[in-house]
């Protein structure tokens, strides 16, 4: 969906596809239904090699870096899907969310929601079976957010994946010292 979401039509995603506009809504309600099934079947894998990733060998911040690295990685292969959800989170940011249905908005909250909980549990040192406290989540949110936003930018840059993890790793660095500290 090159220009994001909001200027893909069911038209042209048909014609990319191969498909009549007719095959395309016989299958899908509407342009957010579809991306809703992508979103759906790509987030299961997806979900799958963040957790691998964190249950590597390293230290803490190590793993953080390579959980980040892999959805980095995930997304720069699957730039389309990336596009799309990076045009709805400029609009969730600019606060131009009318027209968007509410299903469409999810995509947003699966990622964030994905790579927060497990970098928490990368924090914790837990496999999701405990609760994770108040300042971990907010430092887990920290980072994911930090790596969110870097990471639709430096997609978007074509930056090599060693320097990404090199800019993370000193910016995480700094977040997680931060909460020692005090």
Not at 31 to 48: G, M, N, P, Q, Y
Not at 103 to 112: F, M, T
């Amino acid at each position: 969906m090159e220009g994001g979401y909001s200027q893909a039509t069911i038209r042209d995603i048909a014609k990319r596809a191969g498909m009549s506009t007719g095959a395309v809504f016989a299958s899908f309600r509407d342009k957010a239904d579809l991306l809703l099934t992508i979103v759906e079947d790509e987030t299961k894998s997806h979900e799958k090699m963040l957790v691998r990733a964190a249950t590597e060998e390293g230290t803490v911040l190590d793993r953080i870096v390579r959980v980040c690295a892999t959805d980095f990685s995930f997304f720069n292969e699957r730039f389309h899907l990336l596009e799309a959800t990076a045009s709805l989170e400029v609009r969730r940011h600019t606060g131009q969310w009318s027209g968007i249905p509410d299903r469409a908005r999810i995509p947003l909250y699966i990622r964030r929601r994905s790579v927060t909980d497990v970098i928490a549990s990368v924090l914790t040192g837990n496999q999701g079976d405990e609760k994770t406290d108040k300042e971990t989540e907010a430092k887990a949110r920290m980072l994911s957010d930090t790596h969110l936003y870097a990471c639709r930018v430096e997609v978007l840059r074509s930056m090599p994946l060693e320097m990404y993890q090199s800019r993370l790793k000193e910016l995480f660095e700094l977040i997680i010292s931060s909460g020692e500290q005090s």
